[in-house]
């Protein structure tokens, strides 16, 4: 266990050195300045704009650093050879591959935390100074509570993201390994239509077939509930633990399978 | 940093300046030797809200978003151009995209990625129904949109108030009106008011009390700032044409008096009036040939309830 933490430890500092929170100060810029040219470009629903944007902000730069991050965590060692000294201390490789993991999503973890309070911060500046039912916009009132629901959700998300990176970057090379994972995660957005499929072809195989891709692959739609919360509608606490406990369950299985290929790899 | 490193570094930032000037200077000199090509009309390259909603998979409401933006910057830009227009004598006719054409397909694709889009579906209801050249002058449409609205939330009462809205005002059609308006109030959660106004519009449908009863209604109900507005202008427009009436019958009461066809000079001279008539917005109303009417510089003008005259083209 400690072990586990001191690779993860080092994988958060590691991102620190490579700059990697410097996204942060793009989002904080990106919403500051959406908040006054938004205010100009559209009559009312700059709230919900705003926090459309925020949202949709921190899915994107979280996604950006899972992927581009969570391919590099074991290809780099390779690359530059310091995986042998890492090897030959008493490590083993289940070990080093959950630690990676858990390193990165450290550095998602506080990456989100902090788009999360500059979009609280961004909503608190807009609505400063007016009347209480101004700071309503039409379902849900600008510093709703609830957008943690869907801010939590999209974090549950990108270490299910991270974990599909991780585990292609066991066995392929880094852009293959990128690619894969932007493939799984568009894939997995759209999981629902693989379920109709029948509606859509005369197959039956053909549908049994999308079926079953349907529950093996990672069904990622499921955890982008934005809409729900900006409109104010109810995001049920058992939905969310219902999600994130798939999400458990998917990553171990994940790890599980990157630990065993990547023990079975021959470095020499 | 050592002396040298540092005048390197003054050195680059300074050419890194200049060669930038040089090259905004010759991007301004090439653009005066060969003008841009003219900026093309608006114009919608993706017309299916369903394709753009797969294309944006989770981040179909930021793309919503952005298709609002586009609707209120492309009906402010349309609505812009037309007011140069009528300002410019001799102009060109109207086109087809003065006419709001894009703004139906704009918020339809704006509704189908967010269809819980409330404002969208209000907007639509008020400038895809109204008149040109304040609106698309389509209440068919803004009826389909409000219908698309339904039914994605089928409980939304306010869609069914402003489907009897757009009957009512647009269309003068007052039983459809008071059809919808029984309607919305017979969803749980809708105001007691909504009851009434289907009975005020049954029994008096056009006349101006029951159109009142209904701005009022919308003002109440108005959760941005621009319905608001607009029924705050429709509440004044009635104020301004009851007081016309009141004017039209002493200056009628005048030239039947005197034989002469009156002006405000003359009614204010012979006391009917204690000075020149204002309406609620500050501008002086007009005597025309012994008709009164709103100034075309008030912002009220032109006034559409549809028991007044219809507004004559500008």
């Known amino acids: 266990m400690r072990v586990t933490a001191a690779i993860a430890i080092n994988v958060f500092r590691e991102s620190v050195r490579d700059k990697v929170l410097y996204n942060l100060v793009l989002f904080a810029m990106l919403l500051i300045a959406s908040s006054f040219l938004i205010g100009q470009l559209t009559a009312g629903q700059d709230v919900k704009i705003i926090k459309d944007l925020g949202l949709g902000a921190t899915s994107v730069f979280g996604l950006f650093i899972a992927v581009f991050i969570g391919i590099g965590l074991v290809s780099k060692e390779v690359e530059r050879r310091s995986i042998y000294p890492l090897l030959a201390k008493p490590i083993t490789r289940y070990q080093l591959v959950l630690g990676k993991y858990c390193g990165l999503t450290l550095t998602l973890a506080v990456n989100v935390a902090v788009m999360a309070a500059a979009l609280y911060a961004v909503l608190a500046y807009m609505t400063w100074g007016l009347p209480p039912e101004a700071r309503f916009v039409a379902e849900s009132p600008a510093l709703d509570p609830a957008l943690l629901k869907a801010v939590l959700l999209i974090f549950v998300e990108l270490t299910l993201v991270t974990a599909l990176a991780l585990f292609f970057s066991t066995f392929s090379s880094p852009m293959l390994s990128a690619a894969l994972t932007f493939g799984l995660y568009i894939v997995g957005h759209f999981s629902g239509d693989l379920r109709n499929f029948q509606q859509v072809i005369d197959s039956p195989m053909a549908a049994r077939l999308a079926r079953g891709l349907y529950w093996v692959l990672p069904n990622l739609a499921q955890f982008d509930v934005k809409s729900d919360v900006v409109h104010g509608l109810p995001v049920p606490i058992g939905y969310i633990a219902m999600t994130s406990a798939y999400a458990a369950v998917y990553i171990a299985m994940l790890l599980a399978i990157s630990g065993l290929v990547f023990s079975r790899r021959d470095f020499k | ?314």
């Open chain 2, 1 to 314: 940093m050592n002396p040298q490193s540092s005048t390197a570094v003054v050195a680059t930032a300074v050419l890194a300046a200049v060669l930038l000037a040089a090259g905004v200077q010759l991007q301004a000199a090439r653009e005066r030797a060969y003008p841009l090509a003219a900026v093309p009309e608006a114009s919608l390259y993706m017309r299916s809200g369903e394709t753009l909603r797969r294309v944006a998979g989770a981040y179909a409401t930021l793309a919503a978003d952005i298709y609002w933006i586009r609707s209120i910057q492309y009906y402010g830009t349309s609505k812009q151009r037309f007011d140069r227009m009528v300002a410019t004598p001799g102009a060109a006719p109207p086109t087809a995209d003065h006419r709001y054409q894009l703004l139906y397909p704009l918020l339809d694709i704006t509704t189908t990625l967010d269809p819980r889009f409330n404002i969208a579906y209000r907007f639509g209801a008020v400038y895809l129904g109204e008149a040109y050249p304040r609106g698309a002058g389509r209440p068919d449409l803004a009826i389909a949109l409000l219908e698309k609205g339904l039914r994605a939330t089928p409980d939304k009462w306010q869609y069914m108030e402003d489907i009897g809205f757009v009957h009512y005002w647009f269309r003068h059609d007052f039983r459809a009106a008071a059809d919808w308006f029984k309607k919305a109030s017979d969803v749980p959660g809708a105001p007691w008011w909504l009851r009434s106004l289907a009975a005020t519009t049954i029994a008096q449908g056009g006349d101006r009390r029951s159109s009142r009863a209904m701005w009022e209604a919308i003002l109440q109900t108005a959760e941005i700032d621009w319905l608001r507005k607009d029924a705050e202008r429709r509440l004044l427009q009635l104020q301004a044409l009851d007081t016309i009436d009141a004017l039209q019958r002493a200056a009628d009461d005048y030239a039947r008096r005197t034989g002469q066809t009156p002006d405000w000079q003359a009614l204010v001279k012979a006391r009917v009036l204690r000075g020149f008539p204002l309406d609620p917005t500050g501008t002086p109303f007009e005597l025309t040939n012994g008709r009164v009417q709103l100034s075309k510089s008030s912002s009220l003008w032109p006034t559409d309830e549809p028991d007044a005259a219809p507004p004559t083209s500008p």
